[in-house]
């Protein structure tokens, strides 16, 4: 298993599935048990502040960073020429981000159980994110909502040079920062190796690839 690859294997892309789902479950019991009684509505506050804020980071670091850092943005260009390729962020480099740029901070501005319940609350964010993006390319859209979110990020893949609609969980700061209208159509989607890009219909709610999950 390569830890530091972007393209896994289906047993550690499903991995880190569970070890995310893992560590939410575990992460939300241990501070239950930790939150003295009268503490635990501040510390379940704490997790939906940290859920929240996961929305803004999910939009942040997918516009700004996987479409606009290099070597990020090369990388992140082999998940547009291949949308359902198993490409991902490997467990390491996020947990590691998550931790650093996360809990660490939230620690420093306040005590252990603040940060836990924050971190938690992107945790459980980041997870949503990845059930949801992995859903947009994989699965049948049988629910509105999954259908809405389909077409959203379809869109997303949809218009190469301008992409807008960064945000996968939700529309909201699309909307806030006004990248959720129409962009300019790109003259010609291409690879980074100029070959015409092969795109999903906007709108399509068909199953782009095998379902596993
Ligand atoms: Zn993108
Ligand atoms: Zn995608």
Redesign the pocket.
Known sequence: MGLFRLEHSKAAYRADFALYSAAVVVLAACLWVDSPRGQRLETASFALLGLASWTLIEYAMHRFVLHGLQPFRRLHAQ??ER?TALICTPTILSATLIATLVFLPALALGNVLFAGAFTLGVLAGYLAYSVT?HA??HWRADTAWLKQRKRW?AL??HHVEQPGRYG?TSAFWDHVFGTAGQPRRASAPTTAHGAVLRVQAPGADGCEGGEFL
């Open positions: 998940h547009h949308p993006h947009t390319h990020h997303h893949h996968v």
